[in-house]
């Protein structure tokens, strides 16, 4: 049994070109064969999907849009088909296949064309798999997450264990301004004035020492 997947290679949408690869590269990672049939480069399987689709499952414009996915003849379903069987861990159910040997098994009631029929489900297979992948892509997010979180952790600690150095540097910065203003500060007037006033007192009294020797000395003359 082959899966064919129809799609377009030329979509102008971007929506649709996420569909398909979400719905290729799953089908990949369960190591699942399929068949990519294009219908925008070619015509038969482009009318070929839209004859076997059934008429309950086109749009409103009755146009169906790709993906879409069959099991040879058989159609399983659309993207969002597949999305809700991809949710529910029952891929192989969707696509008709038996689960791989070794795989849990359940039984899980699918709508194919309209019928529901009791599937067995592979369990732990390909879909863990890729569950698993997505897990560890989680906790790899998480560790680079952590690992920013203390470097900006650390970044802030130096900050603070620098900060009071810093304050201590700018506070010796400031005592050694205000010292040095002091030494330069010009003498004050009033320091000049009393300057003068001691010398001139000094002056008088040493000219007063000196008037009575020279009086005694002129009487002796006489």
């Not at 369960?30 to 219908?39: E, Q, R, S, T």
């Not at 482009?46 to 996915?69: A, F, H, S, Y």
């Not at 058989?74 to 069987?85: H, K, L, R, V």
Request: charged share 40%; glycine share 6%; hydrophobic share 30%.
């Amino acid at each position: 049994m082959v899966i064919k997947v129809f799609l377009a290679s030329s979509s102008g949408s971007t929506a649709i070109k996420k569909k398909q690869q979400d719905v290729l590269g799953f089908l990949e990672a369960l190591k699942v064969d399929y068949a990519p049939l294009d219908i925008a480069c070619n015509e038969d399987n482009r009318m070929w999907m839209r004859e076997n689709v059934p008429v309950e499952k086109k749009p409103t414009n009755g146009i169906p849009l790709p993906p879409q996915i069959f099991n040879e003849e058989s159609y399983c379903g659309d993207y969002e088909t597949f999305f809700d069987a991809k949710e529910d861990n029952a891929v192989y159910a969707f696509l008709g296949l038996p689960p791989p040997p070794g795989s849990k098994k359940r039984e899980v009631p699918m709508d194919f064309n309209g019928d529901e029929h009791t599937h067995e489900v592979g369990g732990e297979t390909g879909e863990e798999a890729a569950e698993e992948a997505a897990e560890e892509d989680a906790a790899t997010e998480e560790k680079v997450a952590k690992e920013e979180e203390e470097a900006v952790k650390d970044t802030e600690e130096a900050a603070e264990d620098t900060a009071p150095v810093k304050q201590e540097e700018a506070q010796e910065e400031v005592e050694d301004d205000e010292a040095k203003g002091e030494d330069d500060q010009p003498v004050s007037e009033g320091e000049e004035d009393l300057g003068s006033e001691e010398e001139e007192e000094l002056r008088q009294l040493e000219e007063e020492e000196e008037a009575p020797e020279v009086t005694e000395q002129e009487e002796e003359d006489e």
